[in-house]
């Protein structure tokens, strides 16, 4: 089983703390969580067939012409193989790395041949020709290094000429809607994906969108079949994608922290970059030290997500509030104290 950020079961095991004395930096998940509406009874009820206003809902707040929810872009990470499979085969694959593991993982899983490039090889990857498809994030997934979206748009044109895909996991693109391609998902061989938990906070709903030309979404819908996301689930999505003023104030706010986030970093010698949801420290900017701040973390119960493969380095959720601040603040200043003194 892939790893994943959001293990916390693992890491009291592991080091022997309550599960509630932990503070969970390990995932990319807003903290302050849209609010959950009450719902309607029937939403319980009812077998959960696809509101409409929830995809037109989805392609207003993504800007996508069309648009399929599915439970969790998750699930569309795992059917899209099978798909493609099925269509034409056993397909050449690239997945940019480091990335979210899924991709790489449940294209294999079909029997696929995947080969993981960098961000920096993909363009010659697409000019070679060789390509059935190509899968990425944008913003990447753990980095945050991002691709402009007119050379996105250029790539997907290429791809399309031999019948090739182009898959963009936009999991992180909300609070960056300039790098989105999904005005153009209905193109040939484009498929967009979004997911309601990240900046939504709303992880535990397993709510995503894809965005494809409609011939692709009616396949996909047909291989995941009737009632694949649940009553309560569209509910809530279609109130959150509809808040406008929560969207823009939530917008704000992250852009404020993670800017504190990156200031905290810099005072203890760590550069970093990444997303308004989760920032990044590279191997070289954690002095060639990222196991060891890991553990140093993990032993004072904050618990952030440890990359060993395809890249090294540490992912920083964003806390949730002035405790958790200040809990991770003398974690660090700790580290800092200690590395001088062995120094």
């Known amino acids: ?10 890491a009291a095991q ?3 703390r309550p599960l509630a004395d932990w503070l969970d930096l390990s995932t990319g998940i807003n903290p302050r969580f849209y609010p959950v509406p009450v719902l309607s009874a029937h939403a319980w009820h009812r077998l959960p067939e696809q509101m409409p206003q929830l995809c037109n809902a989805a392609q207003e707040f993504y800007g996508a012409p069309l648009m399929l929810a599915v439970a969790g872009s998750q699930a569309a990470i ?4 099978r798909l493609r499979l099925h269509q034409t085969g056993v397909a050449q694959v690239v997945v940019s790395a480091p990335s979210y593991a899924e991709h790489a993982y449940q294209w294999r899983s079909q029997g696929h041949r995947v ?4 961000y920096a090889a993909l363009a010659a990857a697409v000019a070679a020709g060789t390509l059935d498809v190509l899968v990425l994030c944008n913003p990447n997934n ?14 997907a044109a290429q791809l399309a000429q031999r019948g090739a895909w182009l898959i963009v996991d936009e999991a992180f693109c909300d609070s960056a809607p300039d790098l989105s391609v999904a005005a153009a998902s209905a193109q040939t061989g484009l498929i967009v994906l979004r997911s309601v938990g990240k900046f939504f906070g709303l992880a535990g709903l397993r709510l995503g969108f894809v965005g494809a030309e409609p011939a692709l979404l009616e396949q996909l819908e047909n291989m995941l079949g009737p009632w694949s996301v649940s009553g309560p689930a569209q509910e809530i999505a279609y109130a959150a994608l509809t808040d406008s003023a929560w969207q823009r104030d939530t917008r704000s ?3 404020e922290q993670a800017e504190r986030m990156r200031q905290l970093l810099l005072e203890h010698g760590f550069s970093s970059q990444g997303t308004d949801l989760f920032l990044w420290c590279s191997d070289a900017s954690l002095q060639g030290q990222t196991e060891d701040l890991f553990l140093h973390l993990a032993q004072r119960g904050i ?8 890249a090294r ?14 809990r991770l603040s003398l974690a660090l200043q700790a580290w800092s104290t200690k590395t001088r003194e062995i120094t």
């Open 142 to 155: 753990p980095t945050g290094a991002t691709i402009p979206a007119a050379t996105l748009l250029s790539w």
């Open 313 to 326: 380095g540490l992912r920083f959720g964003l806390p949730s509030n002035q405790a958790e601040w200040l």
């Open 1 to 10: 089983m892939l790893q994943h950020g959001g293990n916390l079961q693992e």
């Open 303 to 310: 618990w952030v997500r440890l990359f060993l493969q395809a």
């Open 253 to 255: 706010y992250l852009r």
């Open 14 to 16: 592991r080091f022997d």
């Open 115 to 118: 080969t993981e490039l960098p």
């Open 78 to 81: 795992q059917a899209l193989p």
